[in-house]
């Protein structure tokens, strides 16, 4: 592998908007992946980071960033991220090894790189879906360092606002297979509309022996929490209002959606988490992390939720 990345050309997907967000978690992992007590390992993610004029000068280490980890933003949140990472390679790993799914689908991909760092079956395929500009970029730079996927990848660029089914199953994503569904940092974005389509083609499109995991925000208001640290350090650091990028709809109650048509759903707090690597991030005062969930679903004939840790009730 390269050793750097010089920076990129097609950057038009990540240099604003959204698609900001997806080097923020880039950056967030890198620093994961150098801690000493890392809960997530990913190798890739300072490229992407260089890759881009817009966070080219954005901490890769914790020793970069001011105030280390009592930095709001590269200590707290970014640890956010590393355990998020963490929490969702096992359920993605566990899916794989224990239930024989072959076939997993990340819905709003972004930057990341399970296809390229983990230990995959050999006649696994994953699927990714972002926009077209994010995965341009996403390729220059792994191309650059001659990445190579551990499994058959399939990248899809299209909006998830879109028939995404459509493109999902013209590139041979099989509706009879079941299938092992990530929805990671995504619905935040997404009209309530579009996550209730989401949720319902996600059940569609699964069959029998399926899991879903994603993660939602439960707050009413989300503006309850606009002055807090984490966000008003992601605002003043990195220009990205959070806010501002999420939809500011009431949120649908997925869960009930999936339970009524026959998943069954656990959901937990990030904090429960955290209780089980013995790291990560603990609830504080004004924290924009208080409502957030990981639910995990599936239509396994018996349930393979872990029971290590126990759901919240929402
Ligand atoms: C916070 S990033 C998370 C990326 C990735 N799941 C991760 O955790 O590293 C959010 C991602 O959602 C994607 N996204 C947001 N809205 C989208 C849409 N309407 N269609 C496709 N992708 C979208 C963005 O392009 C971005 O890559």
């Known amino acids: 592998m390269a050793d750097t990345v010089p920076l990129v050309t097609s ?3 990540v240099e604003g908007g959204v698609g900001l967000t997806a080097l923020l978690v880039a950056a967030a992992r890198a620093i994961e992946t150098h801690r000493p007590d890392s809960l997530a390992q990913d190798i890739y993610a300072e490229h992407f980071v260089r890759a881009a004029q817009a966070s080219a000068h954005w901490p890769v280490r914790l020793d970069q960033a001011p105030g280390g980890d009592t930095s709001p933003l590269w200590g707290r949140f970014a ?21 024989g799914i072959r076939q997993v689908v990340l819905l709003g991909a972004g930057l990341d790189t399970r296809a390229f760092r983990l230990d995959w ?5 994953i699927f990714e879906i972002d926009r077209e500009g994010v ?77 879903l995991a994603y993660e939602v925000k439960l707050e009413r208001d989300l503006m309850a929490y606009r002055d807090s640290p984490l966000y008003t350090s992601t605002r003043r650091q990195l220009g990205i209002d959070l806010l501002d990028l999420f939809s500011r709809e ?21 904090f429960d988490f955290t209780h089980r690597h013995g790291r990560g991030p603990l609830p504080e ?8 969930r ?8 018996v349930s393979c939720m872990d ?7 929402v």
């Open 285 to 292: 005062e004004n924290d924009a992390l208080a409502g957030n």
């Open 79 to 99: 640890r956010y991220f590393g355990l998020r990472t963490r929490v969702l390679d096992d359920f993605l790993l566990r899916s794989v090894r224990s239930t």
């Open 11 to 13: 950057t038009e997907g």
């Open 121 to 125: 079956p050999v006649d696994c395929v």
């Open 307 to 313: 029971p290590a840790v126990p759901p919240v009730r």
């Open 135 to 211: 995965l341009a970029f996403k390729h220059e730079v792994l191309d650059t360092l001659s990445a190579e996927p551990r499994a058959r990848r399939v990248p899809i660029g299209t909006d998830l606002r879109a028939d995404w089914a459509g493109a999902l199953t013209a590139t041979g994503f099989d509706a009879t297979a079941p299938t092992a569904w990530l929805v990671e940092g995504l619905l935040f974005y997404l009209p309530h509309a579009a996550e209730t389509a989401l949720i319902d083609t996600v059940d569609r499109l699964s069959a029998p022996g399926s899991a």
């Open 294 to 301: 990981w639910v995990f679903a599936d239509t396994y004939p």
């Open 250 to 270: 009431p949120r649908p109650d997925s869960v009930a959606r999936l339970t009524d048509r026959g998943w069954t759903a656990s959901v937990h707090t990030p």
